[in-house]
T-cell receptor, first 113, second 111 residues
């Protein structure tokens, strides 16, 4: 099984550019989420979704948009990239809001110059 | 200030030694999860503990949830180079609530 698939693996942007990070899961999970990981800060929740058509903000939502049109896909959009958004981004899914454990993708390393 | 504090931040030991990683909070959690993350990959769930005082064993790894459900520890016996990685704890405050992650402990086991 593929599990959680994220693309691209690496991305370099210039300040002000926009892009979409893709995330897809094939486990029929209702809950999907996006985290960013910065050194020493663990994982911080950006946005999450408890089902198709439902999204909500996490701890650090500013500068990011999400949508959930299908159970499988949960893309993350950077509207106008800033150097502060340089980070490693992880998509995760689970049956509930992480209670049984999250399944993570392999991450997207983003650099904003 | 993070809700979940992990210590130490970095640990370097020789193969065969034991190690303990701590995850502490001033808040009560309904459940506590431990993950291991290897370079270039996403975190992988190791265990979930839900009952105060609970102890779970996974081969050479022993996980304990504090009696008051505010802290947890991960003990590795006879560490091997394959145990190298970033260990993350994550707490849930109630059923259906979002997980909060600690800052992580980076473990290096030298052969």
């Amino acid at each position: 099984n593929a599990g959680v698939t994220q693309t691209p693996k690496f991305q370099v942007l210039k300040t002000g550019q926009s892009m979409t990070l893709q995330c897809a899961q094939d486990m029929n999970h209702e809950y999907m989420s996006w985290y960013r990981q910065d050194p020493g800060m663990g994982l911080r929740l950006i946005h999450y979704s408890v089902g198709a058509g439902i999204t909500d903000q996490g701890e650090v939502p500013n500068g990011y948009n999400v949508s959930r049109s299908t159970t499988e896909d949960f893309p993350l959009r950077l509207l106008s990239a800033a150097p502060s958004q340089t980070s490693v981004y992880f998509c995760a899914s689970s049956y509930s809001m992480g209670e049984g454990g999250l399944f993570f993708g392999s991450g997207t390393q983003l650099s904003v110059l | 200030t993070q809700l979940l504090e992990q210590s130490p931040q970095f640990l370097s030991i020789q193969e065969g030694e034991n190690l303990t990683v701590y995850c502490n909070s001033s808040s009560v959690f309904s459940s506590l999860q431990w993950y291991r993350q290897e370079p270039g990959e996403g975190p992988v769930l190791l265990v979930t503990v839900v009952t105060g005082g609970e102890v779970k064993k996974l081969k050479r790894l022993t996980f304990q949830f504090g009696d008051a459900r505010k802290d947890s520890s991960l003990h590795i016996t006879a560490a091997q180079p394959g145990d190298t990685g970033l260990y993350l704890c994550a707490g849930g405050k109630a059923a259906g609530n979002k997980l909060t992650f600690g800052g992580g402990t980076r473990v290096l086991v030298k052969p």
